[in-house]
T-cell receptor, first 112, second 111 residues
Framework: QQQVKQSPQSLIVQKGGISIINCAYE??????FPWYQQFPGKGPALLIA?????SEKKEGRFTISFNKSAKQFSLHIMDSQPGDSATYFC???????????FGTGTRLKVLA | NAGVTQTPKFQVLKTGQSMTLQCAQD?????MSWYRQDPGMGLRLIHY???????DQGEVPNGYNVSRSTTEDFPLRLLSAAPSQTSVYFC??????????FGSGTRLTVV
């Protein structure tokens, strides 16, 4: 119940295309869902986050879609660029705690 | 403003040796955590702290100790290194509802 399942493991997208990464969870006590972006040799950096009281959040080319009933959330990267090539992690945090449960990561490669 | 600083960046240990991974943050954050990152397994929580003098275990605490004597520092101690502890270690800090800020990591190899 503590797991966050992330897919796909790797993704190759053409420049200008849409990258979609999916995550699913079981525990309905999770109330904060961040996405992190990690470049090789660097620590993860917060990209965008959502709470379950909204179904979508957009920041620039990055959008989180949240489906509370299905217990799924996804990251959409519009107009994907080679500079977006990185590993992306979804995470979930339980209400009242600051512990994150991370997905296993998606390695995105955007072809020029 | 340095954020979260981890030292060393790289370390090779022999099985059975002990060492301390250092982590310091200058943002006056209450919450600090240690994660390990392994291929295909994402980031797993080792230990965390909700403030000076308060620590608790995460998912994978065995073989590691932590202490939090000040708000700024949160060292991670490996008591007797094992090859299974070969990993990349990240320290992170957080304040309130803002997401965690991660350090740049320590790549540890145990031979």
């Amino acid at each position: 119940q503590q797991q966050v399942k992330q897919s796909p493991q790797s993704l190759i997208v053409q420049k200008g295309g849409i990258s979609i990464i999916n995550c699913a969870y079981e525990n309905t006590a999770f109330d904060y869902f961040p996405w992190y972006q990690q470049f090789p040799g660097k620590g993860p950096a917060l990209l965008i986050a959502i709470r379950p009281d909204v179904s979508e959040k957009k920041e620039g080319r990055f959008t989180i879609s949240f489906n509370k009933s299905a217990k799924q959330f996804s990251l959409h990267i519009m107009d994907s660029q080679p500079g977006d090539s990185a590993t992306y992690f979804c995470a979930a945090s339980m209400k009242g705690t600051y512990k994150y449960i991370f997905g296993t990561g998606t390695r995105l490669k955007v072809l020029a | 403003n340095a954020g979260v600083t981890q030292t060393p960046k790289f370390q090779v240990l022999k099985t059975g040796q002990s060492m301390t991974l250092q982590c310091a943050q200058d943002m006056n954050h209450e919450y600090m955590s240690w994660y390990r990152q392994d291929p295909g397994m994402g980031l797993r929580l080792i230990h965390y702290s909700v403030g000076a003098g308060i620590t608790d275990q995460g998912e994978v605490p065995n073989g590691y100790n932590v202490s939090r004597s000040t708000t700024e520092d949160f060292p991670l101690r490996l008591l007797s290194a094992a090859p299974s502890q070969t990993s990349v270690y990240f320290c992170a800090s957080r304040q309130g509802a803002i997401g965690y800020t991660f350090g740049s990591g320590t790549r540890l190899t145990v031979v």
